[in-house]
């Protein structure tokens, strides 16, 4: 559990982490306040909530109550994550919530595109990739891991594992085979909440969780691995198989595959 405050234009939003589910949940409350000079941006809500009966009906579906600090004391506060947060913001009428709402829009136009033309989603990715600073060799590798995860997934849908509870447990036992860690243990290390893990592996990790990926699927292939239990066992093979191969590695150069490394701003970013 993480509570803590951030500021946006001088307003004070409070934000709680849920590590269970790795989803930041905002104030309500205080976005309104930050949106609309409001003061009283309690009663500023309850009035929007009021008038607009589709609004109050998504946030009172959505929408937890979760503790914050209010007044000195920890108080039950509505809150939302950031795709909550984006349908309120839809229904402020100010001009400080005016950028976000060409922005959303500006999205929406382009998933649109991605829709029609898949091959935009790749190009965009790529460049936003870039703009954060990986180089050219990184995404190629990023993306060549990805196609490996994409056709192991497949396989596991076919053979009968369905749940998404059940795609992160065979993740985590490939993942905690070949690095000795669980997924939440390595992106503790880097310094990881929310973020993608993938996003912030070094060329190494990439490239040893794509042979555990690919080990994996040709094991279940081969043994014709149907459902959770033979898919488990299939996937300990598999991420054994980059294991020892990390380890070898690492005996020839004295490196550690698996860091803490990540490409995280600086704090004061």
Not at 79 to 84: D, F, S, W
Not at 90 to 117: C, H, M, N, T
Request: charged letters at 30%; hydrophobic letters at 35%; aromatic letters at 8%.
């Amino acid at each position: 559990m993480t509570k803590e405050i951030v500021i946006f234009e001088n307003s004070q939003i409070r934000r709680y982490f849920d590590a269970h589910k790795e989803v930041w949940y905002f104030s309500l409350v205080d976005i309104v306040g930050a949106l609309t000079d409001s003061v009283n941006p309690t009663d500023y809500l309850k009035k929007m909530r009021k008038r607009n009966v589709e609004l109050n009906l998504y946030l009172g579906t959505n929408c937890p109550q979760i503790k914050m600090l209010t007044k000195g004391k920890n108080r039950k506060t509505l809150a939302g994550n950031v795709e909550q947060i984006f349908r309120l913001i839809q229904s402020i009428p100010s001009s400080k919530a005016e950028p976000f709402k060409q922005w959303l829009a500006k999205v929406g136009y382009e998933r649109l595109q991605e829709i029609q033309d898949p091959s935009l989603s790749i190009d965009r990715a790529r460049e936003n990739w870039k703009t954060k600073g990986r180089s050219e060799k990184w995404i190629q590798q990023r993306m060549m891991g990805q196609e490996t995860r994409n056709k192991l997934t497949d396989y596991w849908k076919d053979s009968g594992v369905t749940k998404k509870d059940e795609f992160a447990t065979l993740t985590n036992i490939i993942h905690q085979e070949w690095t000795g860690l669980t997924v939440k243990k390595h992106k503790e290390i880097k310094g990881l909440k929310s973020q993608n893990l993938r996003d912030h592996m070094s060329e190494a990790e990439l490239l040893f969780t794509a042979l555990a990926e690919l080990s994996t699927r040709q094991i279940a292939e081969t043994n014709e691995a149907s459902g959770l239990s033979e898919n488990a066992d299939a996937s300990k093979k598999g991420g054994g198989i980059a294991k020892n191969a990390r380890k070898e590695l690492e005996a020839k150069t004295g490196k550690s595959v698996v860091t803490g490394e990540n490409f995280l701003p600086p704090k004061n970013e």
